[in-house]
């Protein structure tokens, strides 16, 4: 069983930034050879992929962020982290930190962080 609880969303308004954080109850060992991923679900939309990063550390981004937001991950400190720059209105949502199936059989995800971009 692995608990992620994600940090750092908060009311910006456009063109701000924010740095989410997500921090992983699994061992060191664990975490490090897993992969890791940022996703949001806005009210009324299914949830989506916005960055994930694997274990050796190749990111992937949706394109809707490209650019913008950055994913990267300390091993050591258990964490993930994603850097959000010049945000617009339409990145508010709802922010999920994600532990893919991969070294466990199933997905674990955070509560979530509320990001709000004001226009």
């Known amino acids: 069983q692995v608990q992620l609880v994600e940090s750092g969303g908060d009311l910006v308004q456009a063109g701000g930034s924010l740095r989410l954080s997500c921090a992983a109850s699994?061992?060191?060992?664990?975490?490090?050879?897993?992969?890791m991923g940022w996703y949001r679900q806005a009210p009324g939309n299914e949830r989506e992929l916005v960055a994930a990063?694997?274990?050796?550390?190749?990111?992937n981004y949706a394109d809707f962020v490209k650019g913008r937001f950055t994913i990267s991950r300390d091993n050591a400190k258990k964490a993930v982290y994603l850097q959000m720059n010049s945000l617009k209105p339409e990145d508010t949502a709802v922010y999920y930190c994600?532990?893919?199936?991969?070294?466990?059989?199933?997905?674990?995800w955070g509560q979530g962080t509320q990001v709000t971009v004001s226009s």
């Open positions: 994600k532990l893919p199936v991969g070294v466990y059989s199933r997905p674990f």
């Open positions: 699994a061992s060191v060992t664990i975490f490090s050879r897993s992969a």
């Open positions: 990063i694997t274990s050796s550390g190749n990111t």
